[in-house]
């Protein structure tokens, strides 16, 4: 599925309140929370309010702590990015009922994340299940840390995001081509927000080459219900959960400026947040959040690969071409061969063939079937 353009007072009682920086930094420590960050050499970030004060990790943690709501803003892409919002994750546990939001799974998979945290606990499962290759794609190897925290401390894991389908419908024919069944999944309420909302929506449109038969409105309103669906539920959950904060896991241009997803979820439910940006080229900065985090990019171990490319015909997925060097091609696979499964795990299509790759490390042994002509070879090598 083509996924549309990501730019990128009740209850108030609930959890103790402060309108500003907490009086009192808890001592300063070089060692990062979690198991994750600490086995990748990851030390606690340091952040900057928009007042331009700079605050140690405790003390953003012992603020963070006196909200209801956490937007932590993530390029999807940057290992860094997923490891300080784990930080922060390990940081707020322990300091009451907590459960995490998700942007990147959608609603009708939260059976899939309950299943993984409160029952299996196979991350392979929850990918599967979830339909991972398929709706978000990205390395799950990037998010991981975060699930595996999760799983391990019983957390919650809350879908946040609305049926990519409905998404893609109204991007390409907008909400009148809703039937009443598909209306009936829209959220409550949805406001087009501020000037700035728009326009920045609009310098997106504009800088991209390929609009996918999306008019400016159209895409305009596949963002709204992105953000105002995931505001719905975030809502919902607060609401069905009066005793658990939540930390938002999303693209910054969900949560920068807080007129995506924040304010939107302010509109239904008025609670304390806080909105946490991370530092790159090209960030909005600090007056678009109340915390930005000075990070470094770091990049993930380089994965073990086939060295193929591959293509769906016909249901059938079959090598298109091989990468130099290629382990596929120097175990004699050829071009035009039909994949049939990859570790003894049936291959339908490119989303199955990642399923089996992704947690593979350069050297590790896989096993590959593939049909050529009318004969099924099985081939047993290392991935590069």
């Known amino acids: 599925m083509a ?6 007072a009740v209850l108030l009682a609930v959890l103790p309140l402060a309108a500003g920086m907490v009086a009192a930094p808890a001592a300063s420590t070089d060692a ?9 050499d990851h030390a606690p970030p340091t952040a900057r309010t ?3 004060d700079t605050v140690s990790f405790p003390r953003l943690i012992e603020t963070l702590a006196t909200r209801r709501v956490i937007y932590v803003g993530e390029q999807h892409d940057r290992y860094d990015h997923h490891l300080n919002q784990l930080e922060i994750v390990c940081g707020l546990h322990g300091k009451g009922p907590l459960a995490i939001g998700l942007e990147f799974f959608q609603t009708p998979f939260q059976g899939a994340l309950d299943a993984y945290v409160f029952q299996h606990g196979d991350l392979q499962r929850l990918l599967r299940e979830g339909e991972w290759f398929t709706r978000w794609r990205y390395d799950p190897r990037l998010y991981a840390p975060v699930f595996e925290y999760a799983r391990a401390n019983r957390i919650p894991l809350v879908a946040l995001n609305v049926p990519g389908e409905l998404v893609s419908q109204v991007g390409t024919e907008g909400m009148e081509s809703l039937d009443a069944a598909a209306r009936s999944r829209l959220p409550g309420s949805i406001d087009e927000g501020p000037a ?5 929506l609009e310098q997106v449109f ?16 596949a963002q709204l219900l992105w953000d105002e669906g995931m505001a719905q539920s975030a809502a919902d959950y607060l609401l069905e959960h009066p005793q658990r904060r939540l930390v938002v896991l999303a693209g910054e241009g969900h ?3 807080g007129d995506g997803i924040p304010d939107r979820l302010s509109r239904r439910l008025d609670v304390p947040r806080a909105v946490v940006l991370q530092a790159h080229a090209g960030s909005p900065g600090v007056a678009a959040a109340d915390f930005v ?3 470094s990019e770091r990049a993930l171990p380089a994965p073990g690969r086939l060295g193929v490319t591959v293509g769906d015909e016909d249901g059938a997925v079959r090598i298109t071409g091989f990468s130099d060097p290629s382990a596929a091609r120097d175990a004699g696979l050829e071009t035009g061969d039909r994949l049939l499964a990859v570790d003894e795990r049936a291959v339908s299509g490119y989303a199955d ?7 593979k490390a350069p050297g590790d042994p896989v096993t590959v079937a593939v049909r050529r002509g009318g004969t099924v070879h099985r081939l047993a090598f290392e991935v590069r």
């Open 3 to 8: 996924r549309p353009l990501i730019i990128a």
């Open 32 to 40: 990062a929370c979690s198991a994750a960050a600490r086995d990748a």
């Open 50 to 52: 928009a007042a331009g």
């Open 196 to 200: 700035r909302y728009r326009a920045r």
């Open 206 to 221: 504009a800088g991209h080459p390929k609009h996918d038969g999306r008019t400016l409105e159209r895409f305009i309103q």
């Open 255 to 257: 949560v920068a400026w």
């Open 293 to 295: 985090i000075d990070t």
């Open 353 to 359: 063939v990642r399923l089996a790759l992704w947690h």
